[in-house]
C-alpha cells in the first residue's frame, strides 16, 4: 500500500526517523521512497515499496511527475551519473507487440 504525503503541509525536519521503516528521512530531497527487504538472495533484493512521500513541486495532477523531479541513475560501469531523459515508449502497452 502507497500512502502520499504533502510534505509542504507538514515539513519534515532534516533527516527525521521515518514512520514506516529504520531509516531517516532527509529534508532536502523532494521524494522519498520508503522500502522493506522482502528477499535478498544470491546477490538479488527483492523490497516492497510501504510509503511514498512527494514534495509538491515535483507533483502534477496527484501523480510524481519525472520531468519535474529530473532523476539521476549512477552507471556502476562508467562511475558516472546520468539524467534520465524523454519518454521512449509505455509500460505494459508497447511490449506487448512483442509477444
Same mark, same amino acid.
Given at each position: 500500500?502507497? %500512502?502520499?504525503?504533502?510534505?509542504? /503541509? *507538514? %515539513? %519534515?525536519? %532534516?533527516? /527525521?526517523?521515518? /514512520?514506516?521503516? $529504520?531509516?531517516? #528521512?532527509?529534508?532536502? #530531497? ?7 527487504? *522482502? ?5 538479488? #533484493? ?9 514534495? /509538491?513541486?515535483?507533483?502534477? $495532477?496527484?501523480?510524481? $511527475?519525472?520531468? *519535474?523531479?529530473?532523476?539521476?541513475? +549512477? ?6 551519473? +546520468? ?8 509500460? +505494459? ?7
Amino acid at each position: 500500500m502507497r %500512502r502520499w504525503k504533502k510534505l509542504s /503541509e *507538514k %515539513r %519534515r525536519r %532534516r533527516n /527525521e526517523q521515518s /514512520e514506516f521503516v $529504520d531509516a531517516p #528521512l532527509i529534508d532536502e #530531497l523532494p521524494l522519498a521512497m520508503e522500502c522493506t527487504v *522482502k528477499s535478498f538472495e544470491d546477490g538479488i #533484493l527483492v523490497g516492497e515499496i510501504v510509503n511514498v512521500s512527494a514534495d /509538491e513541486s515535483v507533483v502534477t $495532477d496527484g501523480v510524481v $511527475d519525472i520531468k *519535474k523531479l529530473k532523476p539521476i541513475s +549512477f552507471d556502476p560501469f562508467g562511475n558516472a551519473y +546520468f539524467g534520465v531523459g524523454e519518454k521512449v515508449g509505455n509500460a +505494459f502497452k508497447d511490449g506487448a507487440v512483442l509477444k
